[in-house]
Nanobody, 122 residues
Framework: VLLVESGGGLVQSGGSLSLSCTAS????????VGWFRQPPGRDREFVGG????????RYTNSVKGRFTISRDNIKDTVTLQMSSLKPEDTAVYYC????????????????YGQGTQVTVSS
């Protein structure tokens, strides 16, 4: 399974950006998908996740109310919509997926993409 993130770039503080995650070698449909980020000089951290049917999402506190994860099962894509971006959101963003079919509450992510850079200028 190969995950590919797209949509990263440079945005001003307060702006918005949308990241997409697609897969080859396996569908994203029916599997958990999560987003992680690694700020400069820091460890990778969980941003949020969505379960197999989109009925359950979870976010880290720092992005609640600003970031939204959704999935399009026809396009087999998961999107991270980011708004009200802050300089501290600057990081490499990764999508990840699990290996277990139709999990309701996602906790395990085993496969990661290569990441896309998001830079928020002040």
């Amino acid at each position: 399974v190969l995950l590919v993130e797209s949509g990263g770039g440079l945005v001003q503080s307060g702006g918005s950006l949308s990241l997409s995650c697609t897969a080859s070698g396996r569908t994203l449909n029916n599997f958990c998908v999560g987003w992680f980020r690694q700020p400069p000089g820091r460890d990778r951290e969980f941003v949020g996740g969505i379960n197999w049917n989109g009925g359950y999402t979870r976010y880290t506190n720092s992005v609640k109310g600003r970031f939204t994860i959704s999935r399009d099962n026809i396009k087999d894509t998961v999107t991270l919509q980011m708004s009200s971006l802050k300089p501290e959101d600057t990081a490499v963003y990764y999508c990840a997926t699990g290996r277990t079919f139709r999990v309701e509450v996602c906790t395990n992510y085993d496969i990661y993409g290569q990441g896309t850079q998001v830079t928020v200028s002040s």
